[in-house]
């Protein structure tokens, strides 16, 4: 999976949510940073590296929590 456009296609979607009504789409956001979740750890047990998942999981989370 593409998780640099899954977190992108999100974060528009949000946004234009957000615009049209004032609110956005909790479950997606939440639904996102779960993906994401699952993706670094998935990573982790391969000894992968994170950062670029665990940076995309912050936009997300930042988006959620502390901008809208």
Same mark, same amino acid.
């Given at each position: 999976?593409?998780? +640099? @456009? /899954?977190? %992108?296609? =999100?974060?528009? #979607?949000? /946004?234009?949510?957000?615009?049209?009504?004032?609110?956005? +789409?909790?479950?997606?956001?939440?639904?996102?940073? !779960?993906?994401? +979740? &699952?993706? %670094?750890? @998935?990573?982790?047990? #391969? +000894?992968?590296?994170?950062?670029?998942?665990? !940076? =995309? @999981?912050?936009? =997300?989370?930042? %988006? &959620?929590?502390? =901008?809208?």
């Amino acid at each position: 999976m593409d998780y +640099n @456009k /899954f977190t %992108i296609e =999100l974060i528009k #979607s949000s /946004f234009t949510q957000y615009a049209a009504t004032g609110t956005i +789409n909790e479950d997606a956001l939440a639904d996102g940073i !779960s993906q994401l +979740n &699952r993706a %670094i750890d @998935k990573a982790l047990i #391969s +000894n992968e590296d994170t950062t670029a998942l665990e !940076s =995309l @999981k912050s936009d =997300l989370q930042y %988006i &959620r929590y502390e =901008l809208l």
